[in-house]
C-alpha cells in the first residue's frame, strides 16, 4: 500500500510530527554513484519558504543513508533513507483534535483508522512525506540520465503554466494574497528522449501507472495527456498525429507522447490540476465531533498560500520513478551499472 | 501486465481477429449467483450498431462460461469467461500492414513486439478487449449490490456529458456528420452509498487506483475528481467542502468524495475525456514503412464516428472492479456471500 | 491467487468435472514459435494410463489456443490455451457429496468456500489442473532453450529417485500392488547451465521461489536443496563446496547450486517427497456430514496407484516457469526473440 | 524483492557491517499496543553470546522506532524499526575481500552485484538482518494473539529437534566442540488454533507461502511439513488421517495440519534443515580472485557453532509473518483491533 513499482520499488513511511519520514528504494541498479549532495537541490526545491506563497515552515531535510550505499555507491540492495522532523510544534495541532479540518484527511483518517492515526499536522497523510517522494527521484533521475547517452540525455522538467487561472503567476499569487486565501493552479511535465515502448497495452498503459502515482501527490485533482480535456472537442484527422519518420517523430504531438498505452518516441506531455492549498486563513465551518455542532474555524500553523508552487520537482520525482521502472521492464538498464 | 487487482483481480487476453476476448476473475467470492443473463444488458450498451455513431460491425457477444461457476454460482475459483470472434474481416487489415494508422498502436505494436503482434485490427490493443472488462464489470456490480443493504446499495452510473463540446449530443454527433470525420467526448461517472475509508494514503489513493484503470480504457485522454481542472482556479475557501455531520457528508462536493486519497462518504464524482476515433473516414498523412514515403491514407472498415459513445458503460465497469477490490481489502465484503 | 510470476505469470483455472482446464501465460517474450505439437510429449508423460501405477482415465488434452498466437508465433499478448474435459464421470463423485474423503480437500474446500465450491473430483483443488501447470511449463522450457547458446542449453530434467522406499521402482510398485494400497515416492529435479545470479537475498531467493511453487503441485510435503536434511547432520567442513575456478564450479555441490539465495554456477539440485496418493482402495474411516458419524468409506472410481509417476514432469514445469521468470529479471532472456 | 506479504508486507533492509538493519511492516492494523519492551525477548532470544555454540558477538538489539507508533499505538501507516550496528569489525572482513569465504554469498553477490556489493560480513546477505525478520514476527504475533479468544489463542512455538543428528542437543555440540568444526541441525514449528480456511488452492498454499518466506532464512536447505519425506515411503491407508469430527479434528496428522494447500483445523506443524555454520574454523579450500589459485583459507571473527541455535525465534517470526498475512486475507483479523 505504501509501496510502488514492479523492479524499482519505493516504500515510503512517516509522519508530519513523529520522528521524521524516509524511503527504501528496492532494485536500484548496483553501482550508482550516490552522496547526499545529490539529493540538496532537489530538496531545496521541494521545500518551503523560499518564495512568495509557501510556508515559512523550514526542515533542513538532510538525507540520512541508512542501508544500500557503500563507498558511496549503491550495492544492488535495499537503499533507505531518513529525514528527520525537526522543526515541529505540534501544538498547534493538538487542541484542533475535535475538528476535522476541511479539506485535510483529518476526518477520514479518523474514520478509516479508528482514532489510531496520528493526527499531528495529518501525520502519515502529511505533504511531509513528500520529501521521500523527492528523494526516491534524485535516485530515478540519476538513473535515467545514466542510461542514456550524452546527445540523447533523458530528461523529465515539471514547470508551473498557471496560478489561480493565470499563467503570469506573480499575478495569480497576488489574486491570492489580496483574497487572504489560498489558490490552485496547474503544473506540466515534459519528458524527452524516451524510447519508444515503454508501458503496457491496457492495465499498464504507461499512462495508467503515471496517473496512479501523481494522484499519490497531495492535492491532485485532474491529469491529462497532449491536448488532454481539449481532445473531446476535436475531429479525429485534428487530433491524429501523423508518424513523420521510421523513429515515430509526429508532426503533430496532441497525443502527448503515447499511443495505446506505449511511448511512441515523442515527448512526453501531460499537466495535472491542484487544488488550492487546503489550509486557508479564511474562517471556515466545520463539524466539531464532540459537541456535534457546526463551528466556525480558522487555520493557525504555517501554511501554504499555492501549494502548486512546490509540485514541479515532486511531479518531477514521481514521473522519474515510473520511467526508471519502466527503462528496467524493457532491459534499457542493467541490474550493474 | 493483463492483470489488475489486489484481492479482486482480473485478467484479460484476446484480439481483435482471432479466436475472441476473454477474462480471468480470481477472488470473487463464492456463492454468488451468477448466469449468462446477467451479463446481456451492459454487453448490449458497449456493442455498436444499435446507435447513430457506433460502428456497424456486430458481435452476438454471449458470455461462455469455462471456469468457477457451478450451479449457477461462483465457487470461489477464477472465473474464466470466453467471447468468440465471429464478425471479423481481417482482409481489410492486411493490406495496410505496412502503413501504421495514425492514433492507432500499429506502430508502437510493431516497435515493442518486434513485428510478431497480431496488426489485424489492433490486435491485443484493439478496442473489442473492453468486452472482457464490462463482463468483469458484471461481476464486480453485483458483488457490490449483494454487499450492501436494500436502502443503500451501492450504485455506480456513467453518462455522457459532451460530445465534440456539446452538451445536446445530437447535435455533437451531427457536426461529426457534417464533417465526415470522428469526434471526442467527455464521460462522467457517479458511485453512491461508498462507505467512507476506501483507498489508502499516497500510492493507493481511491484516484490513483481508479485512474489506473480508468487509462486501461482505449482513447482516453484525461481524468479529473469533482471540481477536477476547475478547482486550480479556485480560492480555499470555496473548494473547501464543509463537513456537516458525522457521517461526514459535505454542503457541497468539490472534492468528488475522496479527501486524503480516501472515500468521505459523499458520491464519488469524477469525469474522463475521450479523444476522436482514431479511425476516421477522413483522408490522413502516413509514413509507408516499406516505401519509407508519406502517403495519404484513408481508413476503410467499419469505425465509430464517437467511441464516447460506448464509453459509459465501460467506465462503469472498471470502476466497480475497482470499488469491489477496495471494499474487499476494507472487509465489507466476505469471501463467501 | 492462482496467478505466479513477476516478468513471466501464470495463471490457472478449471476444475476436473468442468468444462475444462487452461492457463494464461502473460509475459512470454514476442517471436518463441509455438504450436500444438510443442506440447504434447511433456502432456503424454504427464497422462495417466501409459504406465503401470496411473490411473486409467485418459483425455485427449489437447491444447487449443485463444490467444497470443499468432502465424505460429508468440506475439507478447498474453497466451491463453484451453484444455477439454471430456472423460469426466461425475456420477462417480456426486454420490460421495456428504462424505469428505480423507487426505483429500473436500473438506477443506467446503469450509472455505462455504459450501458452494465445485465438488466434483476435487472441483478446482483437482489434480487435473497440473495439466495447465505442465503447458505453461512447455512454453518456459522453450524460452530457455531460446535464451541460451547450442553448447550450454539449459536443462531442466526431473526424474523418480525412489518409489514405496525403493529405488528399484518397480520393486516399489509392486508392495502397493501387492498391498493394494496407494504409495508415495521422491523425485528429483536438476537444471543444468544456468548463469549465476538468479535469485535475490532473503525474501527471493532462488529456493524460496522454487519451494513455493513445487508445493502447488498436489501431494507434495517436502523439499530439499542438495544435500537437504542430510546437512543438518554434517560439519562445516564436509558440507562447504570448495570453489574451484572463476567460473564458480565447485569441487562439490552439496548446496544443490545456490548459496545465500542465488544460484552459483553450479548444477541446481532438489528433490520432493510425494505422499502416497490419497484415494486407495483401502476401506478408510471418515466422517459423514449429514449424519455425523464416523462410516466406512472405500474410494470407486479411477485412481493413481502411485501419484508420484505424473510428478516429474509437472516439477520440470514449474522449475522451468520459474527459471524464465528468473531469467527475464536478471534481463538474460530478452522481451522479443 | 525484499518485501513478503499481501496485506501485511514486511520490506528488511541493511547489512552487517553499515548503519544497521530494520524493517516497514505496512498494512499492520491500527490500535495495537506496541512498546520497545515487546521486542526484547524475541530479540534476545535470537542474539548469540548467551548459549554455547553460538557467536561472542554482541549487540544491543534495541528496537528505534522511526514511524506508524503514536502514544505506543499501532497507527495503520507502515512501521518502520531500526537496529543499530555498534560492535562491527570490519577489518576482520576487508583483508578476505579477494577470497570468497567458502558456504557464504561473497562469490554470488559479487558475480551478481558487479563487485559494488557491501561486503563487509555478508554485507546485506548477512544473517543479521535477521533481527529484522525477528521484530517483524513480534508483531505479528502479537496479532494473531489479539485476533484470537481467550482460550484459542494462536500460538507458534518453534524448538531444535537434533543437533549434527542427536537428539541430546548436549551431545550433538560436544561432536562439533570436538572436531573443532560447525555443525547443522532440525528445526520443528507447531502453529496451534489455527482457523480451518488459511492458505489457497495451488499457487498460493499454505505449505508454498511458507516454505517461501522459510528459505529467505539463512542456512535452511530443506523443510518438510507432518510426516514430510516419511510420507514417500507410507501406504496411502497409513498417511491419510481420518476425519474425526464437523471441526476437521483428525485422528491422526500425518498432513502436518494442512490439506490441498489449506489449513484443516489440526495442529501445524513443519520441520526444517539448517546446515552447518559456513564460518568454520577448520582449514578450507577457496580460490584467490586475484591470484586465481587455490589457497587454504581459514575464518577468523566471531561466528557461530551451530546457527540452528538460534534458528527458532526466527523461524517462529516468520511463520506468524504468514499467518497474520493469511488471517487478514480471510478476514479473520481486522483493519482497527
Redesign the interface.
Known amino acids: ?4 513499482g ?2 524499482f ?1 519505493v ?5 508530519s510530527h ?5 524511503m ?1 528504494v ?2 536500484c541498479p ?2 550508482l554513484s550516490l552522496v547526499a549532495e545529490d539529493f540538496l537541490l532537489d530538496l531545496e526545491r521541494r521545500k518551503g519558504g523560499t518564495q512568495k506563497g509557501t510556508t515559512p515552515r523550514q526542515e533542513d531535510d538532510f538525507p540520512i ?4 550505499i ?1 563507498n558511496d ?8 533513507i ?1 529525514f528527520e522532523n525537526k522543526n515541529t510544534r505540534s501544538g498547534d495541532y493538538q487542541k484542533q483534535r475535535s475538528v ?1 479540518r ?4 483529518d ?3 479518523h ?4 482514532g ?3 493526527y499531528r499536522g ?4 502529511s505533504g511531509r ?1 513528500t520529501v521521500a517522494l523527492v528523494a526516491a527521484g534524485v535516485i530515478a533521475k540519476k538513473i535515467l540520465l545514466n542510461a542514456t547517452k550524452e546527445s540523447e540525455k533523458i530528461s523529465v522538467q515539471a514547470s508551473i503554466l ?1 496560478i ?2 493565470e499563467t503570469d503567476l506573480e499575478k495569480g499569487l497576488q489574486k ?1 494574497i489580496d ?1 487572504k ?6 503544473v506540466e511535465c515534459r519528458a524527452s528522449h524516451l524510447p ?2 515503454l508501458g ?6 504507461i ?3 503515471l ?6 501527490i ?1 492535492a ?27 523513429n ?1 517523430k509526429t ?1 503533430t504531438n ?3 507522447g503515447a ?7 515523442n515527448e512526453l506531455v501531460f499537466r495535472i ?8 486563513p ?1 474562517e ?4 466539531n ?1 464532540e459537541t ?1 455542532e ?1 463551528e466556525a474555524f480558522s487555520v493557525k500553523g504555517r501554511h501554504d498560500l499555492c501549494i ?1 508552487l512546490r509540485v514541479p520537482v515532486i511531479l518531477e520525482a514521481v514521473t522519474a520513478i515510473v520511467l526508471a521502472d519502466f527503462m528496467m ?3 534499457k538498464i ?3 551499472l
Open positions: 500500500m505504501n509501496s510502488f514492479r523492479i520499488r516504500t515510503i513511511f512517516g509522519e513523529g520522528e521524521g519520514v524516509g527504501v528496492d532494485g548496483a553501482g543513508f541508512k542501508s544500500g557503500f555507491k549503491t550495492t544492488g540492495a535495499p537503499i533507505t531518513l476535522p476541511p479539506g485535510h484527511a476526518f477520514v483518517a474514520e478509516k483508522f479508528g489510531f492515526e496520528d495529518g501525520g502519515h497523510f512525506l498557471e489561480g487561472g491570492a483574497a486565501d489560498s489558490i490552485g493552479g496547474i519508444i515502448g503496457e497495452p491496457f492495465f499498464d498503459s499512462e495508467s501507472v496517473s496512479h502515482i501523481v494522484f499519490a497531495p491532485v485533482r485532474g491529469i491529462e495527456f497532449g491536448t488532454g480535456f481539449a481532445s473531446a472537442k476535436m475531429f479525429g484527422v485534428q487530433h491524429n498525429d501523423a508518424i513523420e519518420n521510421i515515430g508532426s496532441h497525443a502527448g499511443v495505446g498505452g506505449i511511448s511512441n518516441g490540476a491542484i487544488k488550492p492549498t487546503s489550509s486557508t479564511k471556515q465551518q466545520t463539524l465531533w456535534k457546526i502548486a521492464l524493457e532491459q542493467h541490474r550493474v
